[in-house]
């Protein structure tokens, strides 16, 4: 580029259903540049975790549109007609070589991992579901690819024990607005670099029902580590006792007073009590308070043990 247009205001579009989006635009604004038009789903089509990006875009008098496919040809034409330079992305579908070439120059995604590792589906789920303490978000020019452009730029951020997926989406929040303002200043002063993606790569698949269904034979770590990573906004990790599924937004450890000893002839779903919402029973290693969302019938207090999900789940043909 030109010294004149480095010069001049840089122009970009959003593309995005989240905090993610609202987080691209605020380091922009913040670092100089222009977000010509917000783009995202319209409601029926947005995903789980998403936000109305609308208020943030009226709010700071931002053109606002829905759409239902982003690359289709009147998607197409209506980004094209912004002619942005740059487009921010954060779109829970892959762009297709079309809508890429939308920008003068290119589009530029995040991955909350330390690229090339890994790469694909539901990263921040897997992050603390598998106990991973640091992480980065990864800044990178998107191509045909998934999570495989050249890297522009890497944050950190940690992810403390008692994290939930909640309070991680704000440190990697955190962290894309300062990247983003990092990209803005190095593409004004023209010295952005292009690194290609280094290292044997790995891909996450996606994340089903039963990678949240909990076992109590499972050790706390692993409980609490599964509760997190599937917390509200989510639909919660699942508990199966009897015929009855309940989502788990919270668990903890009570001190029994018992000895080590004593702990450990109680067997796995071993009910210590039951009260309104909660559930004070065994796991493999402690005594765990789990917190539903729903309150447990009257019928189920009477019961002594909560048994492997398999037992229900065969039994009922219960379908999570």
């Not at 452009?149 to 403390?160: E, Q, R, T, W």
């Not at 607005?177 to 200043?185: D, L, P, R, S, V």
Request: proline fraction near 6%.
């Amino acid at each position: 580029m030109e010294k004149d247009s480095l010069e001049a205001k840089l122009k970009f579009i959003v593309l995005g259903t989240t905090d993610i989006a609202i987080n691209y635009s605020r380091g922009i604004r913040e670092s100089g540049g222009e977000v010509l038009a917000l783009f995202s789903l319209k409601k029926e089509l947005l995903p789980l975790n998403s936000l109305d990006i609308s208020e943030f875009a009226a709010k700071n008098n931002i053109s606002y549109h829905e759409l239902d496919d982003i690359n289709s040809k009147d998607s197409l034409a209506l980004m094209k007609s912004y002619n942005p330079e740059y487009a921010f992305v954060s779109w829970p579908k892959l762009l297709e070589k079309q809508a890429l070439m939308v920008p003068n120059e290119f589009c530029i995604g995040t991955h909350p991992t330390d690229l090339p590792y890994n790469r694909g589906r539901h990263p921040l789920h897997w992050l603390i579901n598998l106990g991973i303490s640091d992480s980065k978000v990864s800044f990178f020019k998107i191509d045909e690819g998934v999570d495989t452009g050249s890297i522009l730029l890497k944050v950190p951020f940690s992810i403390d024990k008692k994290d939930t997926i909640n309070e991680v989406f704000l440190k990697m929040n955190e962290s894309i607005y300062n990247g983003t303002k990092t990209i803005c200043e190095k593409i004004k002063q023209g010295n952005l670099e292009k690194i290609k993606q280094e290292g044997l790569p790995n891909y996450w698949r996606k994340r089903n029902p039963h990678d949240s269904l909990i076992d109590l034979r499972m050790p706390y770590d692993l409980i609490s580590r599964l509760v997190r990573s599937y917390s509200p906004p989510y639909p919660c990790a699942s508990l199966v006792f009897e015929n009855n599924i309940f989502p788990i937004s919270n668990v903890s450890t009570f001190n029994s007073g018992l000895s080590n000893e004593e702990l450990k002839r109680l067997e796995p779903g071993r009910i210590i009590s039951i009260e309104n919402k909660r559930i004070r029973v065994k796991v493999d290693d402690v005594i765990a308070d789990l917190e539903s969302t729903v309150k447990i019938p009257e019928d189920l207090k009477d019961k002594k043990y909560i048994f492997p999900p398999s037992k229900y789940l065969s039994k009922y043909s219960i379908e999570i």
